[in-house]
């Protein structure tokens, strides 16, 4: 069943209709006959989650806006969170693995699983596309930022979780209790969703203990912060140079990153260039299209 097939809200008429109907059937109107409340988050509609009646608990965002009639109207926001959002493999345990083996696409043989960052699905794309690159996971944080940054990067990388060879394993992480980070006051987006990816990268850990659960980005105060808080953290760089005996034609697809300048870990340009980035998911990089579709300068 696909994630953003929650039945829609009703407008107030609809629900009138609703409780009419209900009254005609001799029963008093309740909750369940077709609405829950005036607000309500979708979610995507190209993920796939175990349909369940098991919601969690939610998450509420409220705010004011003036209308263009001039009436200053509340709006509430709830983002619905479940513990039935499954990590797509057989070795975890039994809450976290699903009853679906239809479901397990991670091969429990794979000497690591990867969790993948906005930046690395923005650019380095041929990378993972090589044929050694396989049982990554990819969060539904990462797509909706890679879908709204850069439309043939996010077709791309559907492309990807769609070939059962890959076996791209994309999780739910912005609905799941576990998985779900609120902003912080004074939070940048992106340092939201840095956080967000590194709270599923340790999940992940947590539900597949005794598998190696890797974080790949290319940003360096990303990677910093990750290790910080133990996470086992590789660049694109340092990620082909562990297959450089059996796959080492991956250093040769690693698109270049150039360095930004004066980030969070200093200077401009100073060091050894990694291919890392100061901040985000901006700049340099793949153009999400595939080599031969590129048009040189």
């Known amino acids: 069943t696909p994630l953003g097939s929650f039945s829609p809200i009703p407008t107030g008429r609809e629900r009138e209709s609703e409780s009419e109907r209900a009254r ?19 979610a995507p509609a190209d993920l796939l989650l175990r349909p369940s009646n098991k919601m969690s608990s939610n998450a509420s965002k409220s705010f004011v806006k003036k209308t263009k009639a001039g009436h200053i109207m509340k709006v509430v926001r709830e983002h619905y969170l479940r513990d039935d959002i499954y990590v797509g493999c057989e070795l975890a345990a039994p809450e976290h693995r699903g009853p679906d083996p239809g479901a397990w696409k991670l091969d429990p043989s794979a000497a690591r699983y990867v969790v993948i960052d906005t930046n690395v699905a923005l650019h380095q794309l041929d990378l993972l596309a090589h044929a050694a690159v396989t049982d990554v996971v990819v969060l539904s944080v990462v797509l909706e930022e ?27 992480n912005e609905h799941h209790r576990d998985t779900y980070v609120k902003a912080t006051p004074g939070e940048s987006p992106n ?15 947590r539900a597949l ?5 890797v974080l790949l980005t290319n940003d360096r105060g990303n990677q910093r912060r990750a290790k910080e808080e133990g996470i ?15 796959a080492p034609e991956l250093a040769d697809v690693v ?14 340009g100073g060091g050894e ?22 048009v040189k300068a």
């Open 273 to 294: 260039d990694d291919g890392m980035m100061d901040g985000g998911s901006g700049g340099g990089g793949s153009s999400g299209l595939p080599p031969s579709k590129r």
């Open 146 to 172: 890679c879908k709204a940054r850069s439309k043939p990067s996010y077709e791309r990388l559907r492309g990807l979780c769609q070939d059962p060879a890959k076996r791209f394993f994309v999780f739910a």
């Open 191 to 205: 340092d939201r969703n840095d956080r967000a990816i590194r709270v599923a990268t340790q999940f992940y850990a």
């Open 232 to 246: 086992d953290a590789l660049s694109v760089r340092q990620f082909a140079a562990e297959h450089a005996g059996s």
């Open 209 to 213: 203990p005794g598998k190696r659960v």
């Open 255 to 268: 698109a270049a990153a150039p360095l930004d300048q004066g980030g969070e870990d200093g200077g401009a």
């Open 24 to 42: 005609e059937k001799g029963r008093s109107p309740k909750e369940g006959d077709g609405y829950t409340h005036a607000t309500h988050a979708r």
